[in-house]
């Protein structure tokens, strides 16, 4: 790709993602308002550019936080409505760090919860396979409490198409319900019972 004389130092056209010149020169430079990202005309295309020296820096920022109560009683993982993030990274290299906090536990007496974070359909932070235990990135049995779970992982999706982050619950027993958000007992009291919140962030790092 060369950058003309005529076009050397000139300051980004503004537009955004839809709104890009119809007609475009190579090397022309803009800045888009929706994405937030600098993209400039190598021949044929647009391609999104970050300076060599921001290896390591934060390029953008998702997030999504869940008040409500979710429940479910399914023995395979489902997703938790509310609980997912969609980020599209600006470069293959990109790696994404997921943080997250989420509040889970189970009803109805002695019982298990299952929860794993998810990318697109591929369950990430996990542990190893070990007979037929569940991989899960959090797990929580026999307690009138809901803990907090944390994640923290930096994952490589190696991809500049859209990939979302989810979470997902199972409980081990149609007659258990998994929770998300509130506690055991459910008592109306301001004293004895909660409720919660749970979050999750997404970052990409330049590569």
Same mark, same amino acid.
């Given at each position: 790709?060369?950058? @003309?004389?005529?076009?050397?130092? /000139?300051?980004?056209?503004?537009? *955004?993602?839809?709104?890009?010149?119809?007609?475009?020169?190579?090397? !022309?430079?803009?800045?888009? +308002?929706?994405?937030?990202?600098?993209?400039?005309? $190598?021949? @044929?295309?647009?391609?999104?550019? %970050?300076?060599?020296?921001?290896?390591?820096?934060?390029? !953008?920022?998702?997030?999504?936080?869940?008040?409500?109560? &979710?429940?479910? +009683?399914?023995?395979? &993982?489902? $997703?938790?409505?509310? /609980?997912?993030? @969609?980020? *599209?990274?600006?470069?293959?290299?990109?790696?994404?760090?997921?943080?997250? =906090?989420?509040?889970?536990?189970?009803?109805?007496?002695? @019982?298990? %919860?299952?929860?794993? /974070?998810?990318?697109?359909?591929?369950?990430? &932070?996990?542990? $190893?396979?070990?007979?037929?235990?569940?991989?899960?990135?959090?797990?929580?049995?026999? +307690?009138?409490?809901?803990?907090?779970?944390?994640?923290? &992982?930096?994952?490589?999706?190696?991809? +500049?198409?859209?990939? *979302?982050?989810?979470? !997902?619950? =199972?409980?081990?027993?149609?007659?258990?319900?998994?929770?998300?958000?509130?506690?055991?007992?459910?008592?109306?009291?301001?004293?004895?019972?909660?409720?919660?919140?749970?979050?999750?962030?997404?970052?990409?790092?330049?590569?």
């Amino acid at each position: 790709m060369t950058i @003309s004389a005529t076009t050397r130092g /000139l300051r980004p056209g503004v537009c *955004t993602s839809t709104t890009r010149p119809s007609s475009p020169f190579d090397g !022309q430079l803009i800045y888009e +308002t929706d994405t937030n990202r600098v993209a400039v005309y $190598d021949t @044929s295309s647009w391609v999104y550019k %970050t300076p060599a020296s921001t290896t390591g820096s934060v390029l !953008q920022v998702v997030s999504t936080t869940k008040t409500d109560v &979710f429940t479910t +009683t399914s023995t395979t &993982f489902v $997703d938790v409505t509310g /609980l997912s993030v @969609s980020i *599209t990274p600006s470069s293959a290299s990109s790696k994404i760090l997921v943080l997250g =906090s989420i509040k889970f536990g189970f009803t109805g007496g002695a @019982s298990a %919860t299952h929860m794993r /974070l998810v990318r697109d359909s591929t369950a990430i &932070f996990i542990g $190893d396979a070990d007979g037929v235990r569940s991989r899960d990135s959090g797990y929580v049995r026999d +307690t009138y409490e809901s803990p907090n779970s944390s994640i923290v &992982f930096l994952d490589s999706p190696s991809t +500049t198409s859209a990939v *979302t982050y989810k979470i !997902q619950l =199972s409980t081990y027993d149609v007659s258990r319900t998994a929770i998300v958000n509130r506690d055991y007992e459910n008592t109306n009291s301001a004293t004895l019972s909660s409720r919660l919140a749970s979050t999750v962030t997404v970052m990409e790092i330049a590569g």
